[in-house]
């Protein structure tokens, strides 16, 4: 139901040549979770202040809350014009019924201030329209490239391949178990895979985890990110970290790329985890898939989504998880919208909408979207480099803690190939509150380096040592360093150091 159907109107024509003005620069990260929290608790004041900044990544979503608050008079007096304005900001993107209500509000103005209105809402598109947006801040696709495909190596794969068994939800009908207790969805799979707290010894037990990480252009893992932890998994982390897979390549030329691992648990096959050890777990899981499966509550359908990504030995219909996903992106959400992007760019299905739905997560807030935006444009052949854009993303990210976006934006602003982008007093404050979990990154150590190099007067021999200390490390994670080799030899040949050695 619009509002418009829901709210007696009083059309009060009041044009205004600025509504807010609208700060694309501004690092300060939005967090729609937060926003619409704070609309539900009537908190209007801060959630306000929340989609304003949304807003300026162009968030259809803070667009249309921002025109309910405008036309409701939600902490503030009532005002159609603001209203049609952001409403019509939202239909743009054909967001839920926005097109529909400025319709009615257009309808009960009359000719005269239908064409006032018709050039008020022409003159925010100009400057805070998709397009206009979208070109300020999000991926331009190299549409050249949209032909060629990554490859690796000679068997040109990455993933993991799971054999399906034919099985269906309903072979479970007799199936006598004892349900797990009442817990959030992670921790009933917790549950089911470890058991009870005073069960065996910790070490004993199964694991299972889903690591996202990238592909250096040399082969090696990097940046890893563990989601649906159960279990240790540390000595299969530590494994994967030091193993290499084939260089990705592009148009004969190596590049980066992002993977996904199932470690435990979630790497097996139906037949493995059919066996005794694991028949419990197996049967507990498919019936909490089952009951998922039936909900039409959203969240609940995004927890079967997590359910068929982290367990790919789960029967499934055919696309069932792509459809599932699509399904949940298209109403509106953030995490399935992340999950879906970004499984169609490692799978290379359409990279166009890859990008679209990891733009639409990132304006949520969304910081390991925010992430991947800004990786893609420093690495992706799909797109068009952009260090700015790159760094607006790093930044916001970065502001929701996302340690590794952090790490990137130091990283630009010492060594960026666009002058304007440097800053080494930033660079520092953002190396100095990285958290320790960092302070093992090689690229930790090179970046300190670079800044021992900048500062004035230099620090040399600070700058040799971190950068040994980064060879040290990453030679140790097998990362090709043949670079930084090089580097240190032109540092150490005579005693001289310049800026144009980084």
Do not use: C
């Amino acid at each position: 139901m619009s509002i418009i159907a829901a709210t007696p109107i009083r059309f009060f024509l009041v044009i205004i040549p600025v509504i807010y003005v609208l700060t694309i620069n501004s690092v300060s990260a939005s967090d729609l979770y937060q926003a619409d929290q704070y609309f539900q608790q009537a908190e209007y004041a801060q959630a306000k202040e929340q989609y304003l900044l949304a807003a300026n990544v162009g968030s259809a979503h803070a667009f249309y809350q921002l025109g309910v608050i405008h036309y409701k008079g939600l902490g503030e007096p009532a005002n159609s014009v603001k209203a049609l304005v952001w409403f019509s900001l939202a239909a743009e993107q054909q967001f839920n019924d926005a097109q529909q209500i400025v319709d009615d509000l257009m309808a009960l103005a009359t000719p005269a201030q239908q064409t006032e209105l018709q050039q008020l809402q022409n003159q925010f598109r100009q400057q805070y329209g998709f397009q206009s947006i979208n070109n300020a801040l999000f991926p331009i696709i190299n549409t050249s490239a949209l032909g060629n495909k990554i490859t690796f190596g000679e068997e040109n794969a990455l993933a993991n391949q799971f054999s399906m068994s034919d099985m269906e939800f309903n072979d479970l009908s007799n199936i006598d178990f004892v349900e797990a207790p009442d817990m959030d969805d992670e921790a009933s799979i917790q549950y089911l895979l470890l058991g009870r707290p005073d069960a065996a010894d910790i070490r004993n037990r199964p694991y299972s985890a889903v690591v996202d990480y990238e592909v250096g252009a040399d082969g090696s893992v990097r940046n890893m990110e563990t989601m649906r932890v159960m279990g240790r998994i540390q000595p299969a982390l530590n494994e994967l970290v030091r193993s290499n897979v084939p260089s990705p390549q592009f148009a004969a030329e190596k590049v980066s790329f992002v993977n996904r691992a199932y470690l435990g648990v979630a790497g097996y096959n139906q037949v493995r985890i059919r066996r005794d050890q694991y028949q419990r777990f197996y049967y507990r899981l498919m019936r909490n898939a089952l009951k998922l499966k039936k909900s039409q509550i959203k969240n609940e359908q995004f927890q079967y989504a997590t359910l068929l990504m982290t367990f790919q030995w789960l029967p499934q219909e055919e696309n069932e998880l792509d459809d599932l996903l699509k399904t949940l992106s298209e109403a509106g959400h953030p995490l399935a919208q992340y999950e879906y992007g970004l499984k169609l760019y490692r799978e290379q299905k359409d990279i166009p909408q890859a990008i679209r739905w990891l733009n639409e997560a990132s304006k949520f807030g969304v910081a390991k979207a925010q992430y991947r935006l800004g990786r893609l444009m420093l690495d992706s052949p799909w797109v068009l480099k952009d260090e700015t854009k790159a760094l607006f993303w790093f930044e916001r990210a970065a502001a929701e803690q996302h340690d590794v976006a952090q790490l990137k934006a130091a990283e630009l602003k010492l060594m960026a190939v666009e002058p304007a982008l440097h800053n080494l007093q930033e660079a520092q404050q953002l190396l100095a509150t990285l958290p320790e979990s960092q302070h093992r990154n090689p690229e930790y150590e090179y970046l300190q380096a670079a800044v021992d190099v900048q500062v004035q007067p230099r620090k040399l021999a600070e700058a040799v040592e971190h950068l040994r200390d980064a060879i040290d490390l990453a030679d140790n994670l097998n990362w090709d360093v043949s670079e930084w080799q090089k580097l240190l030899e032109k540092w150490t040949s005579g005693g001289k150091v310049t800026v144009s050695d980084l």
